[in-house]
Structure formats: C-alpha cells, structure tokens
C-alpha cells in the first residue's frame, strides 16, 4: 500500500491543521492506520492510531484533547485534525498502515509509511 501525506505547513501557536494521508494500493477499511512524528533532532514518535475496525482510538498523551484522528474509508484517506497547536508541535508527520493490525504505538508495527509532511508551529 502507498500512503501520501499532505496538508503540513506553518501556522501560530494555538492555531489548528488537518493533515491528510491519502492511501492508494489497498484498501483502508483492511488497515489499522497511525500517525507518528518526528521533532528536529529527535527520535520518531507515536502520535495517534485508528484502528481498523473502526474502535476507540488511541493517542499519545502529548496530544490527547488537541488532536482527533479520523478516516474516510469510501475516500480511502486517514486525518489527523490538529488544534491548540504548540511550538513543541513542530516536527515532520508521517502516516503509517498495518494490515489488521492492533492500534500500536510502536513503529516496527507499521508496514508501509509516507514520506511525511513538515509542521511548523511558531510562537
């Protein structure tokens, strides 16, 4: 499966983005999808997870009440809607995809990745 991202950029503090990851070679409906993130200089992190079937999903708590992930399986897309956005938001956001997988924080168990799409959050 091919994801892409898109919808990064630069905003203020306190502001709000809607990341998209469009996935194309397979279906969504069959793939428990996440969102991780990478700050400068630091190592990749957990962000959200949707889980395939449609359940609870799960955040990290960095993000728990600001962020909100979604999926649109007849659009074959994932979101990530981000509000109440913070300088320490700032990072690349990459999109990941794990064939009925559990809702995982852990990147080895994702499969297929994005090639992530830059957020800046300025003060």
């Known amino acids: 499966v091919q994801l892409v991202e898109s919808g990064g950029g630069l905003v203020q503090a306190g502001g709000s983005l809607r990341l998209s990851c469009a996935v194309s070679g397979g279906t969504l409906s069959s793939y428990t999808m996440g969102w991780f993130r990478q700050p400068p200089g630091k190592e990749r992190e957990f962000v959200a997870a949707?889980?395939?079937?449609?359940?609870?999903?799960y955040y990290a708590d960095s993000v728990k009440g600001r962020f909100t992930i979604s999926r649109d399986n007849a659009k074959n897309t994932v979101y990530l809607q981000m509000g109440g956005l913070k300088p320490e938001d700032t990072a690349v956001y990459y999109c990941?995809?794990?064939?009925?997988?559990?809702?995982?924080?852990?990147?080895?168990?994702?499969?297929?990745w994005g090639q992530g799409t830059q957020v800046t959050v300025s003060s």
């Open positions: 990941a995809a794990d064939p009925y997988g559990l809702a995982s924080p852990h990147e080895h168990e994702y499969n297929s």
């Open positions: 949707s889980h395939w079937s449609g359940g609870p999903a």
